[in-house]
């Protein structure tokens, strides 16, 4: 069991520029999901898979966020345009199981800093 | 926004005491769950509780689910210098506040120094 991978760790980028983030769960876990973390905060929701389905959104990603996860195993989220407001630390986790209340395990976070 | 309030924010102790914090709601939670975070990494869950007035051991950590479901404590003895880091709570609210299993809410979470 190698847990959640994710990819980059860290990532400067210009404001404006697009960024994408991978994030890989763990072997055989069907739910996927994308938490922000900023500064001094806990993890916030953003969008959970099930499977290849995105069956959730928060009201935090916005038109310029987008999250997919074609064959139901990796996953990538994508930013356009950044702004400053999108710096911090974005966190997968994945679960397996139907009740969702299995247990969540976290990666360790691509960290974004935008100028 | 966030619905957990933890407390304290950040705690200092000596290695060897025992330390507590808690965590509460003005939500219902069906699921409370303790992780610990070390800088530049995610975070990894420490206990799961599943039911109101569940009591969890997990090594020197113990954790209790509230029974009104609106709070949680969990205590740390013995500290090791290797405790530092921060405790956060979290759960998926009840679906009669919104919320839905697969959705985590996590709080702001309680730093711990430890100094040896």
């Known amino acids: 069991d190698t847990g959640v991978s994710q990819d980059p760790r860290h990532k400067i980028t210009k404001r404006g520029q697009n960024v994408t983030f991978r994030c890989d769960p763990i072997?055989?876990?069907?739910?996927l999901y994308w938490y922000r973390q900023t500064l001094g905060q806990g993890p916030e929701f953003l969008t959970y898979?099930?499977?290849?389905?995105?069956?959730?959104k928060s009201r935090l990603l916005s038109d310029r966020f987008s999250a997919e996860r074609p064959k139901g195993s990796f996953s990538t989220l994508e930013i356009q345009r950044t702004e400053q407001g999108d710096s911090a630390m974005y966190l997968c986790?994945?679960?397996?199981?139907?009740?969702?209340?299995?247990?969540?395990?976290f990666g360790p976070g691509t960290r974004l800093l935008v100028l | 926004g966030q619905q957990l309030n933890q407390s304290p924010q950040s705690m200092f102790i000596q290695e060897g005491e025992d330390v507590s914090m808690n965590c509460t709601s003005s939500?219902?939670?069906?699921?409370w769950l303790w992780y610990k975070q070390d800088p530049g990494e995610g975070p990894v869950l420490l206990i799961a509780?599943?039911?109101?007035?569940e009591l969890t051991s997990n090594g020197r950590l113990t954790a209790q689910f509230g029974i009104t479901r609106k709070d949680s404590f969990l205590n740390i003895s013995a500290s090791i210098p290797s405790d530092v880091g921060i405790y956060f709570c979290?759960?998926?609210?009840?679906?009669?506040?919104?919320?839905?299993?697969?959705?985590?809410?996590f709080g702001k979470g309680t730093l711990l120094t430890v100094n040896p």
């Open positions: 986790a994945s679960s397996r199981g139907t009740s969702g209340l299995e247990t969540q395990y």
């Open positions: 898979f099930q499977n290849e389905a995105q069956l959730e």
């Open positions: 072997s055989e876990h069907n739910r």
């Open positions: 939500s219902i939670f069906n699921t």
């Open positions: 509780l599943y039911k109101a007035g």
């Open positions: 979290a759960g998926p609210l009840a679906p009669n506040s919104g919320g839905s299993n697969y959705k985590l809410t």
